[in-house]
Each structure stands twice: as C-alpha cells, then as structure tokens.
C-alpha cells in the first residue's frame, strides 16, 4: 500500500505565491515610473578623472554606468537614451558637472566613459539624448 500524502506542501506554496506576486509587482511599478523627462545633449569624461574623488565623495570609475549633473541629487537613477540610435543606459549620478561652457551648449549631462561606449558615441565626443528620471536620490 502506498504511503498516504497530504496536501500541506503546495497548498502553502500556492498561497505564497498569491500573497507575494502581487506586491512584487506593485514595487517594480514604482522604481519605473518617470519623474522627469528632458531632452538635450550628453557628453563623456573618463580618463583623466578615473580614480579621483567626485561631488559626492564616491571614486570616479570611468567604466561604471555614473554620470555628473548640475542639479539632480547624488544617487539619482537616470535613463539616458542615445536619439540617434535609440540606446539605452541606466546611470547614477555621483558627481557635478557638466561645466558652464558646454552647459551653455545645450549639454545637460556628463557620462562616464563606459556609458557613453554603450550608448555608442564615443567618436562623436556628444549626441542627442533624452533623461529620464526614474528615481531621485538623497
């Protein structure tokens, strides 16, 4: 005769499921929602900053996805996307900049060296992109 079995284990793992879907949706809703949108220029610093201290007291590492802005908060998330060939990064800004020069350009934001590799522009020294502000900083 074979042993008899309860229905304990998926019954619990069902109603797990039930309890914490939801929520977890409900969550990543948030952290994607756009709170502020502009349009504008980027341009890129890498090498010559690489290791030094930022604005905001972090090590500068021109590979990682971080860029500098004039006014949004250090720890701000920002999606900047290349208009040109609609690439896309996530940055966090940790740093000042870009300078008044450029800023008079029209250029709203510096990225780090491998940011701007991945959104392709690093020839054109800068491109046309659009921020989008997915979750401010302290």
């Known amino acids: 005769?074979?042993?008899?079995r309860t229905m304990r284990k998926p019954t619990v793992l069902i109603l797990a499921v039930v309890i914490l879907v939801p929520g977890c949706a409900a969550r990543s809703r948030t952290t994607t929602s756009v709170r502020?949108?502009?349009?504008?220029l980027a341009s890129y610093y890498g090498p010559g900053f690489d290791g030094k201290t930022t604005a905001s007291g972090a090590r500068f590492?021109?590979?990682?996805m971080v860029a500098a802005h004039p006014t949004y908060p250090f720890g701000t998330i920002v999606r900047v996307t290349n208009l040109t060939?609609?690439?896309?990064?996530?940055?966090?800004?940790?740093?000042?900049?870009?300078?008044?020069?450029?800023?008079?350009?029209?250029?709203?934001?510096?990225?780090s060296y491998g940011a701007a590799q991945a959104l392709g522009f690093i020839r054109q020294g800068r491109t046309r992109v659009r921020l989008e502000v997915l979750r401010w900083g302290d």
């Open 1 to 4: 005769m074979w042993p008899r």
């Open 36 to 40: 502020d949108v502009r349009e504008g």
């Open 61 to 64: 590492d021109m590979q990682a």
């Open 85 to 111: 060939n609609q690439r896309a990064v996530d940055v966090r800004v940790l740093d000042r900049g870009p300078a008044r020069g450029p800023q008079a350009d029209g250029v709203l934001i510096d990225l």
